[in-house]
């Protein structure tokens, strides 16, 4: 049983919408792990997501962008230290475990 709260076809409709993007409209203002999950949980929070919308879309990003396990640890530590609700840490903590190492 999976306890992961993203479909692959999810993953890869994400990855898709970014692909189709042409290269001058890709933002790279936000330069580590730990600043994109921050700004997507500001934005999220901003609309009124919830705990398991805000857990669920964490896990939507880090996925589709294929992080490494050390990447999501240092971003989660990062987000802990910074007073990040213990959902999203949680959530971050799970995937690290099933996510690659680094090569």
């Known amino acids: 049983m ?10 890869a409709e994400l990855k898709a919408a970014h ?3 042409p290269p001058g409209d890709v933002d790279t203002t936000l330069e580590t792990p730990a ?10 929070r901003s609309i009124g997501a919830d ?9 939507l990003v ?3 962008a294929e992080m490494e396990r050390e990447s ?3 971003a989660r530590d990062t987000l802990a230290a910074l007073g990040y609700g213990t959902a999203i840490t949680k ?3 799970a995937l690290a475990r099933k996510a690659k190492p680094i090569r």
């Open 72 to 74: 999501i640890r240092a």
């Open 91 to 93: 959530a971050m903590t």
């Open 19 to 21: 692909e189709a993007q």
């Open 35 to 44: 600043e994109v999950v921050a700004f997507l949980v500001h934005r999220l």
């Open 62 to 64: 880090l996925r589709a």
């Open 51 to 59: 705990e398991e919308e805000l857990a669920h879309d964490v896990e």
């Open 2 to 11: 999976s306890t992961s709260l993203v479909s692959v076809a999810e993953v």
